[in-house]
């Protein structure tokens, strides 16, 4: 009688235990589901005012007191991944990382378009931008570097993108001083000195203006050659190097967990690219860089191209196929002794066109020609003979 009553008991618990777990459980995943939801909710709301932001920003270019004109700037932002958003402006796409160790950036645009971009920011995150990496050197990606680091922004780069924006100052510095010297040159010679004396005077101006030339305050603060690691916001990043590409201070940027790339102007999507030959950059370099990318994503990457809208490899494959259909068709002709009118005449990019690709930077004419020219050095001494 007491055990069949022990087991009654014992069942009759059980029972109640397991319908209290169940219960537990489903509001368990009601909770998970409302929150969800309210997470969604939020994340619609932000982006929303975001947008509303954007508007009110573009809507006319602003006239402060001091007679100052502000020029529009509006930032959008482009979920690509939990954390991950791609920011666009007015320059290179930005990618923004952020979590409880803060925000990491990649490229900042123009110095004008500072507020815009860290207002957006600031929607995502309250804490700093701690780090940021400038995939190359050329100011609509690096344009933001001095007010970022006045914010106390470590901004790292390729050694490279540290050399080339030291020389683009010296050249303005430069430009500047001989200004400077040939205007007071003048102005010594109409008070009456003579050439030697104007001579003397200018340069003495010119020296006292030197030695309070600051070079430059846009400087990455740390630079690698190869390549870098960050452990941060619970993904791995990885930052490698590209050699002799769109420049030669191009720099990928991989957040390993979350399967998502950002390749500053090493590829454009759906835009024919920049080769930028006078900073180090080169068509075969280009092209490797392409295959490069393709050996570190996979078919579900999301891809934060320079300019452009996210991407895929199989944009990038479409990219690579363009180039060489159009490399080896210029060729070809080229070879078979046609002239470059006669080239331009068979409308070899209409395609390409068609989608959009000569509506960027580089022009259908730009590019063309960056190809033509490269075919003619190639094959200089190899064109058939009549």
């Known amino acids: 009688m007491i055990r069949t009553l022990f087991f009654f008991l014992f069942f009759s618990f059980l029972a109640t235990s397991l319908s209290f777990s169940q219960s537990d459980s489903d509001k368990n995943t009601v909770n998970k589901e409302k929150i969800k939801k309210q997470e969604k909710k939020a994340e619609k709301e932000r982006l929303k005012q975001i947008e509303k932001e954007n508007k009110e920003v573009d809507s006319d270019e602003k006239q402060e007191q001091s007679g100052n004109y502000v020029p529009s700037y509006g930032v959008s932002a482009v979920k690509v991944a939990d954390s991950i958003y791609m920011l666009k402006g007015k320059g290179g796409n930005m990618g923004l990382c952020f979590g409880n160790d803060g925000a990491f950036m990649i490229d900042d645009q123009f110095a004008e378009g500072t507020d815009a971009i860290l207002t957006t920011v600031g929607f995502f995150t309250k804490k700093p ?27 790292f780069a390729h050694e490279n993108v540290r050399k080339r924006l ?6 303005k510095v430069q430009d500047s001083i001989n200004k400077v010297y040939e205007k007071n040159l003048e102005k010594f010679k109409k008070d009456g000195a003579n050439e030697e004396r104007a001579e003397v005077s200018a340069k003495r101006t010119v020296s006292e203006l030197e030695s309070t030339i600051v070079l430059s305050d846009n400087l990455p603060m740390i630079t690698f050659t190869d390549d870098l690691t960050f452990h941060f ?5 990885f930052v490698f190097h590209v050699h002799n590409a769109h420049t030669d201070g191009d720099a990928l940027v991989y957040f390993t967990d979350s399967n998502v790339l950002h390749t500053g ?12 030959t006078n900073n180090g950059g080169s068509l075969d370099g280009y092209k490797a860089a392409l295959s490069k990318i393709l050996m570190v994503a996979n078919d579900e990457t999301k891809i934060i191209p ?36 006669q080239i331009i005449a068979l409308n070899l ?22 190809l033509y020219d490269d075919v003619v050095r190639t094959y200089r001494d190899k064109r058939r003979r009549k």
């Open 349 to 370: 990019t209409k395609d390409f066109d068609d989608k959009g690709f000569g509506n960027g930077f580089i022009t259908t004419e730009k590019f063309f020609n960056f």
């Open 129 to 155: 931008v701690k780090f940021l990496i400038n995939t190359h050197h050329h100011g609509d990606h690096t344009g933001g570097n001095e007010n970022m680091l006045q914010k106390g922004t470590v901004i």
């Open 166 to 171: 030291i020389i683009e100052a010296s050249k």
């Open 265 to 276: 102007d090493v590829f454009v999507s759906n835009l024919y690219p920049f080769i930028d």
């Open 233 to 237: 916001n619970g993904e791995k990043i």
């Open 306 to 341: 320079g300019h452009g809208e996210v991407a895929t490899t199989k944009d990038v494959k479409y990219t690579q196929s363009m180039i060489d259909f159009l490399y080896s068709r210029i060729a070809y002709h080229h070879l078979e002794n046609k002239t470059k009118e």
